[in-house]
């Protein structure tokens, strides 16, 4: 974000307040009552949380202590036995909510399915016993490629009711990312589909696994569960590959959950940071399933009587934390959305939210913005007046956009709760409580109760009220990631030791920046790492250059993120060639596509700039805040000094 946008945003005055009917009714009813919550979480946070894990979840067995903390290794609720399918389901069927919609499912094009939580319970105790069957046990990694189906929750609840880590891999992302990820996890099982809808069309996901498995390229996969969804015509290998619905045929619907240790591993989520491949985020299981809980039960004032929509893929954290096991151990209807924002059906979202009378709605500015050029009349064509919530997570969102947000989708009587997370942070960390916290567009507010974050300088240390610094955690939580998959010191390093206050005390960086204001209230700014964040996607810059050096025309890459009115940012690459190779629009165009197969369509470059020599310093390190500057069309400022020849620069900007 430039200066002047970050003075802008910070001269925001506005605040909202939530509507006093919705506070009367919500979980945290005032300001007061959050801050007396908030003051006694940080006074002891483990008894804060010991009695909230007592209180909302089913354990099979107690935990002995609370928090083991080794800096920066945690554990929560040790000894204690725990499952969160069970948590997620089980308990449930003996209340009302047995025959509850538990999940809402909206298919493209037209398909549409309920499960009720005894149904939901019923299909995913099959696909435990169908996994068990296939010699998946406690412990082993299973990988998850799928579209935005029931099956995709169900495959996740199973794993986790035996003790399987599921690695779910998104669907949009290419064989060459499923083949490392896999590999890296050591996957036993895949659980995959033959295709699914991705805006208007039948895409293959089948044959990506294919070329992901080919030559036993992933060794540990000994077997491939496929269930059946475009009816695409797609090859079955011999031995390896199993239709779900003749698995399903006959299988015991019953499937006790496995009681698991609290510190379990529950799942693996890949996700990009400045250097290297992508890092697979460790989740555990109890203390996981409390923080998905709590923040889905205060931040989206769940109530019985809801209908709840987050957009997010599950393959993605919010999908994991926020369709599927938040609301799910709550006891919620959860609505998952098979379509996206496309010009094709400008009114998609509009139509669901009308259709089944959603309540509360989760989505990303992205998507927002997205709308927003489309047009209000497409809203204002449909009946939205059940909404009573809304929700934005995934990038800073601009206060243009959040008042679109709030007067066309929200009629100017629902309050917005900007969350600010992560993959790592497991849950929502930043945010307002909709009933107690009043909002500034642009601001995720105020930390949830028990969290403590601060903005510091590079010393760690915290920076006076209004100055920018970075984002830190400072105690630990339960949603917290445990580590990195068998890389523990890549852990450590990355996110614990990268910032040291002089105190010696251990501080969590989130690679972001942000202020804080005279309230107290953060303003995230966006990544200071090499991380992009295009359309809430996030993507290391490292990663997209091996991509584009791993093509034989390329000699050299450096990627940056230019400012977008949609996404938010967009990949610009700027590229040396090899010395037989001329820069042309075809070539620019074969290494867009080019990223495409080795990452996938969400790390598309939007432009390939040919360059004869990139900016370095002496000691050979590219000047990205140089190309960032150019990339944007901005003047290059600052301090050029270590910048080893200056005549790159100056041809750079020419246009070369
Ligand atoms: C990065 C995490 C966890 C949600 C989905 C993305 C950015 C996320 C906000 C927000 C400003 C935000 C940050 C963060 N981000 N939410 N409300 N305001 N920035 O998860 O892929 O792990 O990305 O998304 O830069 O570090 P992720």
């Known amino acids: 974000m430039s200066q002047d946008t970050i003075e802008s945003i910070l001269q925001e005055k506005r605040l909202f307040q939530p509507p006093a009917e919705f506070s009367q009714k919500a979980h945290i009813k005032s300001l007061e009552e959050y801050q007396a919550l ?128 599921h690695s779910v891999v998104f669907g949009g992302f290419s064989a060459e990312a499923l083949h490392d990820r896999l590999n890296d996890g050591k996957a036993k099982l895949l659980i995959t589909a033959d295709g699914g809808f991705r805006k208007d069309t039948a895409v293959g996901l089948k044959t990506q696994v294919d070329k992901a498995l080919a030559n036993n390229a992933v060794p540990t996969v000994a077997n491939v ?32 959950a496995e009681p698991m240790d609290s510190e379990d591993m529950l799942f693996i989520l890949y996700t990009s940071g400045s250097t290297g491949k992508p890092k697979g985020v460790v989740h555990t299981t109890g203390g996981y399933n409390l923080y998905t809980h709590m923040t889905t039960k205060w931040i989206f004032d769940l109530q019985d009587t809801d209908v709840y929509w987050c957009t997010a893929d599950v393959g993605w954290i919010t999908g994991h934390s926020y369709i599927v096991y938040g609301p799910l151990s709550n006891g919620a209807t959860t609505l998952m959305y ?62 243009e956009a959040w008042m679109w947000y709030y007067r066309i989708i929200g009629n100017s009587n629902c309050p917005i709760v900007d969350t600010w997370w992560q993959t790592e942070t497991g849950g929502i960390m930043i945010t307002a409580l909709p009933g107690a916290i009043p909002t500034k567009p642009g601001s995720a507010t105020l930390p949830f109760p028990g969290i403590v974050v601060d903005v510091v300088d590079q010393d760690g240390e915290p920076v006076t009220n209004e100055s920018g610094g970075y984002l830190v955690v400072k105690h630990p939580w339960p949603g917290m990631m445990r580590t990195l998959y068998n890389d523990p010191e890549r852990f450590r390093r990355t996110y614990w030791e990268y910032l040291r206050p002089k105190n010696g005390e251990f501080v969590y960086f989130a690679g972001d920046g942000a202020h804080k204001d005279k309230d107290g209230y953060f303003w995230v700014m966006g990544r200071v790492d090499d991380v992009i964040n295009v359309a809430g996607h996030r993507l290391g810059t490292m990663e997209v250059e091996s991509a584009l050096v791993s093509h034989p025309a390329v000699a050299e890459a450096a990627v940056v993120g230019k ?48 360059t004869e020599a990139l900016p370095k310093t002496r000691s050979g390190k590219i000047m990205r805040r140089l190309l960032r500057s150019l990339a ?19 041809k750079l900007r020419g246009g070369a």
């Open 38 to 165: 908030y003051d006694k979480a940080k006074a002891d946070p483990e008894a804060f949380w010991a009695k909230l894990a007592d209180r909302e979840l089913d354990w099979f067995q107690k935990w002995d202590t609370v928090l083991d903390w080794q800096p920066p290794f945690a554990k929560w609720f040790v000894n204690g036995k725990i499952n969160i399918s069970y948590n997620c389901l089980d308990r449930h069927l003996t209340t009302w909510r047995k025959n509850k919609a538990a999940l809402i499912w909206e298919g493209e094009p037209g398909d549409s399915r309920t499960l009720t939580y005894a149904q939901l319970h019923r299909e995913v105790c099959q696909m435990a016993n169908v996994i068990k069957q296939l010699g998946v046990q406690k412990g082993d990694r299973v990988g998850i490629y799928m579209p935005m189906i029931p099956e995709a929750a169900i495959a996740m609840l199973a794993c986790a009711r035996i003790g399987a880590v």
């Open 225 to 256: 569960l496929v269930v059946e969804r475009t009816k695409q015509k797609i090859h079955m290998e011999p031995g390896r590959d199993h239709w779900w619905h003749d698995l399903q045929k006959g299988v015991s619907a019953n499937c006790p």
């Open 338 to 399: 098979e379509g996206a924002p496309r010009n094709s059906n400008p009114g998609c979202f509009w139509d669901v939210i009308e259709k089944y009378g959603v309540t509360v709605f989760y989505t990303a500015p992205t998507a927002i913005r997205t709308f927003m050029k489309m047009g209000e009349h497409f809203p204002k064509a449909r009946d939205l007046s059940s909404l009573r919530l809304l929700g934005t997570v995934g990038e800073p969102i601009n206060p």
């Open 563 to 610: 400012p977008d009115e949609i996404k938010g940012e967009e990949i610009v690459a700027f590229v040396t060639l090899e010395n037989t190779q001329q820069p042309s629009d075809e070539l620019a165009k074969e290494l867009k596509q080019h990223v495409v197969k080795e990452i996938g369509a969400i790390a598309r470059p939007g432009e390939i700039r040919f």
């Open 632 to 650: 944007a069309g901005q003047e290059v400022t600052g301090d050029t000094s270590t910048l080893e020849d200056r005549a790159v620069l100056d």
